[in-house]
């Protein structure tokens, strides 16, 4: 499956725009991008180990939130999008 | 027996009809619509780069009261995207140079400018003579103040932010849809994402977004279509593609929620991490002077000066230090000489402390933090630098 970085967190994927992964769920998808890209963890969990609340997934178009959180089954043509907090607008 | 004070109906002059005749021949706008349009109380906060596309085209397309707040100055970098003022206008007050060509769009415009800082004290207040709220502003505890005064209020929030070459864009706060708590329950903590000052925007992309929010408004007043409620649209520039993600109202939601916590405005400073005003990280970090590092240098001293910025900064101008990035010095610390006094700088001084907190906890004692960066020493030492 695919996840796409967004703009402010590709500085910590190599500059990278989307990374595919083989997983079974929201939670070894993840797993497998902080472990290729460490820098990635900090922003995404917290030092407890808890997807951080500021940290939106959608699983296509939906919040994973409303699926079954880390839980969620994945599969192959999945896209798993992280959908940053920006506030630019000046 | 009382008498109820007469409404003045809305109608349109000649001049208008002409003026508007574009939107009068098309069956979702007609006359209807444009009177709507006319009744309509639109406020915008901020008259900046998203501020500035909306605010013309809501004023060209009739919207009869446009609210604005800002209070800031135009400066040269605002230029680039902020096509609402012009290089004449560079040191006016942004509310006056948006004033003047809005007026000069379309007089028939009741212009409502509020010169302040929208904050959790005169945010109900503002908003209470106004059907729709656009926020066209660049901070979190800006964003979050807007939208709780419009769940309070009872206004759709039209909103729309941008980084770099992303957007996002969604009309928050409606009764039946989410508001942006539910999108983002929490901020990010302050320093984690950067803002356009620190992480550049690029010119056309608030022009882009500014333009989505200014369609959301005018089919909210016209009530047709379907605007982005429960909708958050992405857009990226680079690749040009526009992706739509479901939004749901949190049924924990602290603000628009069953069980709602906050039925008030709060201290959104504090609430989004940040107390007072922009603080360095540490103020017991040794720092030096520009006018100091300058008579060091000229005297020969033994300094080495540690850039940490990008790359593509250091192409601007330069003190001709030894470059490493400040997410790259973790992995890069072993071509540092602890031994040395390390001089460390960046554009205006607020990377180079995270990096001199850095290097003094993993054991470096020689290190200051240049004051003002590499700005200050335009400034005061070199006035031939450029400054961006």
Not at chain 1, 24 to 46: I, K, M, S
Not at chain 2, 202 to 218: D, F, K, N, W
Not at chain 2, 371 to 376: E, F, N, P
Request: overall charge negative; charged content about 25%; proline content about 7%.
């Amino acid at each position: 499956m695919r996840i796409l970085i967004p703009t402010p967190l590709r500085q910590f994927a190599e500059k990278k725009d989307a990374i595919d992964v083989s997983a079974h769920t929201v939670g070894e998808a993840l797993e497998q991008l902080t472990a290729h890209h460490p820098e990635l963890r900090r922003h995404l969990y917290t030092e407890q180990g808890k997807l951080r609340a500021f940290v939106n997934l959608y699983l296509n178009d939906e919040d994973v939130r409303y699926l079954g959180q880390e839980g969620t089954p994945v599969h192959e043509s999945d896209t798993l999008s992280i959908v940053p907090s920006i506030a630019g607008g000046r | 027996m009382a008498t109820a004070t007469p409404v003045e109906p809305v109608t349109l002059s000649n001049d208008e009809i002409l003026r508007y005749s574009r939107h009068l021949i098309m069956p979702e706008v007609g006359m209807d619509g444009q009177l709507k349009l006319k009744a309509a109380r639109v406020l915008c906060i901020g008259a900046g780069g998203l501020g500035s596309p909306l605010t013309l085209y809501l004023a060209a397309a009739g919207v009869g009261t446009l609210g604005v707040v800002d209070f800031d100055v135009v400066d040269l970098t605002n230029l680039q995207r902020q096509i609402i003022h012009s290089t004449a206008d560079v040191g006016r007050k942004k509310l006056d140079s948006a004033a003047e060509k809005i007026k000069s769009i379309n007089p028939y415009v009741n212009l409502r400018p509020f010169e302040t800082r929208l904050t959790s004290a005169n945010a109900l207040e503002l908003f209470r003579d106004f059907d729709i709220i656009v926020d066209g502003t660049d901070n979190f505890p800006t964003r979050y103040l807007v939208n709780d005064a419009c769940v309070l209020t009872g206004k759709p929030n039209v909103y729309g932010s941008i980084f770099r070459f992303e957007g996002q864009v969604s009309v928050f706060a409606t009764d039946e849809g989410p508001c942006y708590r539910c999108l983002y329950p929490e901020p990010p903590p302050p320093g984690l994402v950067p803002s356009c000052a620190e992480g550049g925007v690029l010119g056309i992309l608030p022009g882009l977004v500014g333009v989505m929010q200014a369609t959301e408004a005018i089919k909210l007043i016209l009530g047709k279509g379907e605007p982005l409620i429960g909708r958050l649209l992405l857009v990226d520039a680079l690749s040009m593609k526009f992706r739509e993600l479901k939004l749901r109202k949190n049924p924990d939601c602290p603000v628009c929620g069953p069980h709602r916590t906050v039925t008030q405005l709060i201290d959104y400073n504090e609430f989004c991490g940040i107390r007072g005003e922009e603080k360095p990280v540490d103020n017991t970090l040794p720092t030096i002077t520009v006018e100091e590092l300058k008579r060091r240098r000229d005297a020969g001293d033994d300094l080495f000066v540690l850039d940490v910025r990008e790359p593509h900064e250091y192409q601007i101008c330069n003190l001709g230090g030894y470059l490493i990035p400040l997410n790259d010095l973790p992995k890069r610390i072993n071509e540092l000489d602890s031994s040395r006094e390390i001089v460390a700088h960046c554009r205006s001084g607020m990377r180079s402390a995270k990096a001199c907190e850095f290097l003094r906890q993993a054991g470096f004692t020689k290190v200051k933090n240049l004051t003002g960066g590499i700005l200050a020493w335009a400034d005061k030492v070199d006035p031939t630098m450029p400054k961006y």
